[in-house]
Antibody, heavy 119, light 109 residues
């Protein structure tokens, strides 16, 4: 059974870069049918797609975050990563990694990790 | 990009039928998918495609679509169905951009 697990710091200072990694287990990140994405949810608010990556390295980003986001993939480690630069308190959220069927639906979610932006 | 609009809150009496809607231009071209999220938990996919349920999702959940509106119907709502429900679809550009609705809080009375 495919599982995703987020890892990374739970506290990031304002203006710094948020970095998270998602480790995929129980399946290959090189699957041809899926993209691998990051989705976040600020406390008490709705879901926001951050971006997705294909195992080949093709990336698609939310236009509202595109200038600050980098998503990368390491197929040798079965991992993909998120970097969000110049963070502010508005970036405080639970960050989920996910397997996405193209842009259509999320088939598998990680458990989520809370990242707080505070000095 | 696209936007998907959901009613913020809906309520239903125990055992009755409730419909949760999602509106957006992208739904004229692409199916909506639906997720259930309970407090402190990751979302769970309940409907995808035309009207498909992942394994383990009760058959009281169903999906439909007409024009720019997609609907999630729960027939015979149970207390455990009380949750937030989110729709999503592909962006109307056709690229794999993911768009989410704002979510609907379902209360089972």
């Amino acid at each position: 059974q495919l599982q995703l697990q987020e890892s990374g710091p739970g506290l990031v200072k304002p203006s710094e870069t948020l970095s998270l990694t998602c480790t995929v287990s129980g399946g290959s990140i090189s699957s041809s049918s899926y993209y691998w994405g990051w989705i976040r949810q600020p406390p008490g608010k709705g879901l926001e797609w951050i971006g997705s990556i294909y195992y080949s390295g093709s990336t698609y980003y939310n236009p509202s975050l595109k200038s600050r986001v980098t998503i990368s993939v390491d197929t040798s480690k079965n991992q993909f990563s998120l970097k969000l630069s110049s963070v502010t308190a508005a970036d405080t959220a639970v960050y989920y990694c996910a397997r996405v069927r193209y842009g259509d639906y999320v088939t598998v979610w990680g458990q989520g990790t809370l990242v707080t932006v505070s000095s | 990009s696209s936007e998907l609009t959901q009613d913020p809150a809906v309520s239903v009496a125990l055992g009755q039928t409730v419909r949760i809607t999602c509106q957006g231009d992208s739904l004229r071209s692409y199916y909506a998918s639906w997720y259930q999220q309970k407090p402190g938990q990751a979302p769970v996919l309940v409907i995808y495609g035309k009207n498909n349920r992942p394994s383990g999702i009760p058959d009281r959940f169903s999906g439909s679509s007409s024009g720019n509106t997609a609907s999630l119907t729960i027939t015979g709502a149970q207390a455990e169905d009380e949750a937030d429900y989110y729709c999503n679809s592909r962006d109307s550009s056709g690229n794999p951009y993911v768009v989410f609705g704002g979510g609907t809080k379902l209360t089972v009375l």
